[in-house]
């Protein structure tokens, strides 16, 4: 899993439920006691890169913790639909964001980000690509919009 590469120790881990300003600051803080990948998932690929974490404890949502949408099996996604990303990126002023912020990006079609100047070929039919071909756009540079569904 190229995401928990060296780090695949489930010790090594700890979810912050509800952060949403860094230092972690009135977060919920949950040990995780195993990381699940996917069973198609190998190595040398980016294909089914995803993993679960299962918690050594029970997650109560409550107050303004609420679970995210996730799409459904077999889900079309239409090119140009706008999805939402977040992060603690670079802002415009080039420094690392304290505050979670989102953005909106469109969904783009793997034939444009496949093309050679954008992705090269490594996106299969089993991933999503969104954002923009200019960039400045993404979890790690995200502009601040005007309606943060995170605020």
Not at 19 to 35: D, F, R
Not at 48 to 58: E, I, P, T
Request: net charge negative; glycine share 8%.
């Amino acid at each position: 899993m190229h995401v928990f590469g060296w780090f695949a120790d489930p010790s090594m881990w700890m979810v912050h439920v509800g952060l949403t300003e860094q230092p972690v600051n009135g977060a919920q803080s949950l040990a995780v006691e195993k990381i699940i990948y996917h069973t198609h998932y190998r190595p040398k690929g980016l294909d089914y890169d995803v993993a679960l974490m299962k918690l050594a404890k029970s997650l109560v949502f409550s107050g303004h913790v609420q679970p995210i949408c996730l799409p459904n099996h077999g889900e079309d996604f239409v090119e140009g639909t706008l999805c939402w990303i977040s992060g603690w990126g670079a802002t415009e002023a080039d420094e690392t964001s304290v505050v979670l912020r989102s953005a909106a990006v469109p969904l783009l079609s793997t034939k444009t980000c496949n093309q050679p100047e954008v992705y090269k070929g490594l996106i299969s039919s089993w991933m999503i690509c969104a954002g923009y071909l200019e960039g400045g756009v993404d979890s790690c540079q995200v502009l601040i919009m005007p309606e943060d569904p995170c605020s």
